[in-house]
């Protein structure tokens, strides 16, 4: 089993990878092989809607993007991490997760997600349900644990000291390791769901 983390941090050693941190101690104490991604510090563009990764499979900025595609297409789950930056996540990781689940055309299906905000005070709610989303599009069932994922403090290694925001994430890891190991044992005995051709409209058109 391989679990895929993405820091959204432009601070490899701050809050956000301390919440990684925890979750990696509990994948690793069970047999879960874990890579980080660190995505917030590197100069990540935006989609720019040009439709070509429709052709090629893969974006045409040939940057960090398209080196995570093959860790993602490999991995049993992923878990996306981002410091609250406005009440949203970083923008970096933004551009990075647009273009990212945009241009990489494999099935997704069935790969557990699961995502962390970490902020001062405010706006994790919003920043959860942001990430989130990426999730919920591509038939990714998201991993929860006993409250939403949700860390506090500023200065790097303040998070340390958010108890029970630590054990959220030492429970949510917990809880996509059964969903993982669940889904193997589903997938090898009944196979991924039968899909129908896409139906797409703008609305009713
Ligand atoms: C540009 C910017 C915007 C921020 N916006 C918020 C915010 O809206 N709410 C909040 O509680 N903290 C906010 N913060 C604080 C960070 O979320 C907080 O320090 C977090 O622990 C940083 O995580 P890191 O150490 O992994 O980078 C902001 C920080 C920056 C740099």
Redesign the pocket.
């Known amino acids: 089993m391989k679990v895929l983390m993405l820091?959204g941090?432009?601070?490899s050693g701050?809050?956000?990878?301390?919440?990684l941190n925890e979750m990696r101690k509990v994948f690793e104490e069970n047999g879960v092989e874990v890579e980080v991604v660190q995505v917030?510090a590197k100069p990540v563009r935006g989609c720019i809607a040009c439709g070509k990764c429709a052709e090629k499979g893969q974006c045409v900025f040939d940057d960090l993007v398209n080196e995570t595609a093959p860790k993602f297409a490999a991995c049993d789950g992923l878990v996306i991490a981002s410091?609250?930056?406005?009440?949203?996540a970083n923008g970096s990781l933004i551009s990075f997760l647009d273009r990212l689940f945009y241009s990489a055309h494999f099935d997704k299906r069935m790969k557990v997600g699961a995502s962390v905000a970490?902020?001062?005070?405010?706006?994790?709610t919003a920043t959860f349900d942001q990430l989130n989303k990426y999730f919920t599009i591509c038939g990714m069932p998201v991993a929860s644990s006993n409250y939403w994922n949700e860390?506090?403090?500023?200065?790097?290694g303040?998070?340390e000291g958010d108890a029970e925001g630590m054990q959220t994430l030492r429970t949510l890891a917990r809880n996509m390791i059964f969903l993982m190991k669940s889904i193997a044992l589903g997938k090898a005995q009944f196979g991924l769901p039968e899909e129908e051709g896409r139906v797409f409209t703008n609305f009713i058109h």
Do not use: I
Not at 14 to 19: E, F, I, M, V, W
């Open positions: 820091n941090s432009p601070r701050g809050n956000t990878a301390a919440a917030g410091p609250v930056y406005y009440a949203s970490v902020a001062r005070r405010a706006g994790t860390l506090h403090g500023r200065a790097p303040e998070v």
